[in-house]
């Protein structure tokens, strides 16, 4: 009963065909993953029009002189916070539906029962996130600009550092919520319930400044405050506490980089 | 003239009244080429509860091999550690010479899968699920739909195909790469009649064109209708392996001829008549079990003046009988 050897005559392709290299395989899938995110109206939703609708509105809800922004002009302390918006967006609703979905319909066993490596969709992924991210922020930017005009930003590295960081921490996150929660209705749950206050409390809400001290030390400890904070300081160049902000939002990167790659294993079977 | 009418009355039984025979596997093995599947002592076990139990089983080049079994019996297991889906806790496997853990990666590029449990995303279109999963490079996606007669929803999302297009597509992405070995686990669940008939005739044809094919069933019908060999699975173990002829022989009911009697039917003579074991009658109808062999003498011996009972029905013995059987006496 033993097996003979794996055929070395017989070609698993017809002849005019060419195999394709592992970037080919990567780069369709990267395509084809994007294609995928876009057709999903929710993430769609609250990564594109929730972050422009509302920050068009909050952003002209207050006197330009409003004491309660420490200065910088509310639309402009408003969209440096809605970039932390638009991360917490892909990071607690987007992915981790997507992710869940994947594994509660069996979509990641027909992955894996064919050519793809098993990081193939995890690189994908966080290639597709940070893509979307990017093109995100940028049509915030831009629609804002047109509305109110972009400040400009007073300290360049520290700004792109804390926006870097802050995908990071939202990839990571969006990645371990979708691996940890048993299905998609439950990660849409509990993305959303996250995902309010985060919104709320994160620095998209009220200002700190009109909060009761208890809801300030709450908004605290909020991450995406951390996210929001890490870019609004360097980039109005207000606040003082942006390295602080920046070794929090380090010290979530690696844990839930460590989280995501220990639960990696449900993106395999066994 | 008797003989005449009995031929007659055969070809009426086979035709209308009597239980159609499902059509026969192909036994010839065309491709045969030794064993490219070998499966020696393995066993998976979840959380303490044994679910395949000490398995053992061949696979020759070219045939349609069949793993049938109720649900839970551990057949899907079985298969996913074929796949390098799963990994046995004991035992060794041989897939075209390789392990299927252990070289994962290249005997992913010569199996073809077809999964139980799997799916694809929502708004996948077809046209782009086939593109995704292709190896290759330069295959006329279109042409190759159309080959499936998926070419009209090309354009369709996975969310928006029939359940038969859903099972159709899954099969053209298993085929894709030409596999040497492709698996398929309940391909027929939920087809209808019809669609189920159109997939068998798929598979025969991939069967034909040299693929060693590897098929998951709960349904007895299909197994009898496609397999050359087939291994019996209950409680994670292989209880008989064998032809699905050769396993109904040994498992299965006797073959009964059911009819109102003519007056005067002698029953003490269709008692003695070879092949016959044992006549039932209830409610002015008799039921004679026996072997195939007593058909045409008992079939005689219904005749009056020529006519015979216009309700006489014969039954054959089933894999499925012999599944029931089977798995019933084990039990």
Known sequence: MTAKPLSTTRHSMSPQLTERSSGSILRHLIVTEAKLFIREPIGLIFVFAFPILTVLIIGSSFEADDPAFGGAPPSAYYIAAYIGVVLAAVGLVMLPVHLASYRERGVLRRFQASHFSAWALPVAWIAVATALTVVAIATLLATTQLVFGVPAINDLPLTLLGLALGIWTSINTGIVLGLALPNARAAQGVGLALFFPSFLLGGAGPPPAVMPSIMRTVAELVPTNHVVKAIQQPWLGIGSSTTFHLIVLTLIGIVTTVMWVALAHRVTAD | ?331
């Open chain 2, 1 to 331: 003239m008797r003989t005449g009418f009995l031929a007659l009355m055969l070809e009426t039984m086979l035709t209308h009244p009597v239980s159609p025979l499902p059509r026969p596997a192909r036994t010839h093995q065309r491709f045969s080429s030794g064993a490219v599947i070998s499966v020696e002592a393995i066993s998976k076990s979840y959380s303490g509860r044994c679910v395949v139990d000490d398995v053992n089983f061949s696979v020759d080049g070219g045939e349609i091999f069949g793993l049938l079994g109720a649900n839970g019996a551990g057949k899907t297991t079985t298969v996913e550690c074929l796949q390098g889906l799963r990994r046995p806790d004991a035992g060794s496997l041989r897939v075209l010479g390789l392990d299927p853990n252990a070289d994962h990666a290249r005997l992913r590029r010569s199996i073809g899968s077809q999964l139980q449990q799997s799916s694809l995303p929502d708004r996948l279109r077809v046209s782009e699920a086939v593109a995704l999963f292709d190896q290759a490079r330069g295959r006329d996606v279109m042409a190759h739909l159309d080959r499936w007669g998926l070419a009209e929803q090309a354009k369709t999302s996975f969310a928006d195909l029939s359940g038969g297009q859903r099972q159709r597509l899954f099969i053209v992405l298993a085929l894709l790469n030409e596999p040497e070995v492709v698996f398929l686990d309940e391909l027929t669940q939920g087809l209808d009649p019809a669609a189920r008939r159109d997939v068998w005739q798929v598979i025969r044809d991939v069967r034909d064109r040299g693929t060693t094919v590897v098929l998951v069933s709960h349904f007895a019908e299909e197994i009898e209708a496609l397999c050359d060999r087939v291994a019996v699975m209950d409680h994670g173990r292989i209880v008989d392996t064998g032809t699905p002829r050769q396993i109904t022989d040994r498992h299965a009911s006797l073959t009964t001829i059911c009819f109102t009697p003519r007056r005067g039917l002698d029953r003490q003579r269709v008692a003695r008549l070879d092949g016959v074991e044992r006549i039932e009658e209830h409610d002015g109808q008799i039921t004679v079990f026996g072997t195939s062999s007593m058909i045409a003498s008992v079939c005689a011996e219904t005749l009056e003046s020529g006519r015979g009972p216009d309700d006489l029905r014969i039954q054959h013995p089933t894999l499925d009988d012999a599944l029931v059987n089977l798995i019933g006496a084990i039990q």
